[in-house]
């Protein structure tokens, strides 16, 4: 097959990989569409059982009620999709690896995937309650905490975000070892670097109090340490023998 040729077939199955994702997150998006609004009260849960008691929120736009439990209706169709989305990312990636690469590849896609949804839940049933309570009762006397709904949906994504990334600890700390780039030893020599940073990335990302800031850093430093004993179990992959095709 000429090169030409090649990239064309490749070009055809990119294209019908993201075809078939773009399908399965609109199907999904459209079967969830009726309950968008249950799903934000759903989302909005933690915030609205830190309120005062006939506390409500509030969309200061003319479109915010019909955007916000949109989005969050299409950050749900995606979470579902995304095993899909991910095989479908496999099946254009897979025929260009390696033996040894597939075995290592799949696993850790699984684990990344499980530890992120791990990281979100996490957030939402424990960081939440806290942070939300913490921010409500310090409101001042005649205060009254009524939050918009879309500056509660981006603090919750970016929430997500951070929590859901921070898991992602062992994942980098194993694939760092397997590639080579690191050693186990030199980890464990810069773990109080690590703790420190941890801390620094938790006032970062969290309200600016003591135990929010402990919630996102503690997570993240016993997730480096669990990386670190999973690293320690696996061995060095071997360098990929030449071949002329893969």
């Not at 994702?21 to 999904?28: E, P, Q, T, W």
């Not at 969830?32 to 309120?51: G, T």
């Not at 989305?85 to 696993?107: D, I, M, S, T």
Request: net charge neutral; proline share 8%.
């Amino acid at each position: 097959m000429s090169t030409s040729e090649s990239l064309i077939a490749h070009l055809i199955e990119l294209r019908t990989r993201l075809l078939h994702s773009v399908i399965a997150l609109l199907l999904i998006f459209v079967c969830l569409f009726p309950w968008a609004s249950d799903l934000y009260a759903l989302l909005a849960q933690p915030m609205l059982s830190k309120l005062p008691e006939g506390g409500q929120m509030i969309a200061t736009d003319v479109t915010t009620p019909f955007i916000v439990p949109l989005k969050v209706t299409m950050m749900a169709a995606f979470l579902i999709a995304l095993p899909y989305l991910l095989y479908q990312v496999w099946r254009f990636v897979a025929p260009g690896l390696y033996a040894h690469e597939k075995r290592l590849v799949v696993p850790l896609i699984a684990a990344s995937v499980i530890l992120f949804f791990c990281g979100m839940a996490f957030a939402y049933f424990v960081v939440f309650p806290v942070v939300f309570g913490f921010i409500t009762a310090s409101a001042p006397a005649g205060v009254a905490v009524m939050t918009d709904i879309d500056k509660y949906l981006s603090f919750v994504l970016s929430m997500f975000m951070a929590f859901g990334i921070t898991f992602q600890v062992p994942v980098a700390v194993v694939l760092l070892v397997r590639m080579g780039m690191v050693s186990i030893e030199k980890l464990r020599e810069i773990r109080p670097y690590v703790v420190v940073g941890a801390f620094v990335i938790g006032a970062i990302f969290t309200p600016p109090d003591v135990v929010s800031q402990f919630m996102l850093a503690v997570p993240l430093w016993l997730l480096y340490e669990a990386g670190i004993v999973v690293a320690n179990w696996l061995k060095p992959g071997e360098k990929p023998s030449p071949q002329s095709d893969p």
